[in-house]
């Protein structure tokens, strides 16, 4: 009943409201998604976004970058954006699921690599991650769930910097003075 009283209200809103609509509704799915899968990874005593830095270590290290990843990059490849890398870092570092040392030709950057607590650690959460993917969102047949990538492709490549082609980084978001 109130999915149709919903559909109703938003037939009924005018088109304007429509983009807000839908910025509203991907809010509340990402949230949505975000708890779903923190249950299955908090247990284990860390965060999405820690998992997410460590998915990145492992792959970077059977792509071959045995030496580790560069803070910056790693910052780059995860999936949100962590203004405090260093800081999210530590922690896993005192965890012992990541290892930093000082590249030896750049002293400026740190390298980052999965440690062997780090690998353990996502062993362990593999088949529970599959299935809460797999669950969050199995209502969706293999046809929406392609239209469903296809649609948020096309959200984030409309905000994409064309100067930052295939980073993934946005657009910088306009002001309320009026800038685009």
Do not use: Y
Not at 29 to 46: K, N, S
Not at 99 to 119: F, H, K, Y
Not at 136 to 151: K, Y
Request: proline share 5%.
């Amino acid at each position: 009943m109130f999915r149709g009283m919903r559909a109703a209200r938003v037939r009924r809103e005018s088109r304007g409201q429509l983009p807000h609509l839908g910025v509203v509704s991907l809010l509340r799915t990402v949230d949505v998604v975000r708890r779903f899968l923190a249950r299955v990874v908090e247990p284990h005593g860390i965060t999405l976004q820690q998992f997410n830095v460590l998915r990145i270590l492992r792959g970077a290290e059977r792509a071959g970058e045995a030496q580790g990843l560069p803070t910056l990059e790693l910052a780059d490849r995860m999936v949100e954006r962590a203004p405090g890398i260093t800081r999210l870092l530590d922690r896993l570092e005192r965890k012992r699921l990541v290892e930093r040392r000082r590249c030896p030709s750049d002293r400026r950057q740190v390298l980052c690599r999965i440690a062997p607590g780090g690998l353990a650690l996502l062993e362990r959460l593999e088949r529970p991650m599959a299935r809460a993917d797999a669950d969050c969102l199995g209502m969706l047949d293999d046809g929406r769930l392609r239209s469903l990538l296809a649609l948020l492709e096309a959200v984030r490549a409309g905000h994409e910097d064309p100067s930052e082609s295939g980073t993934g980084r946005s657009r910088r978001a306009p002001t309320n003075k009026g800038e685009r």
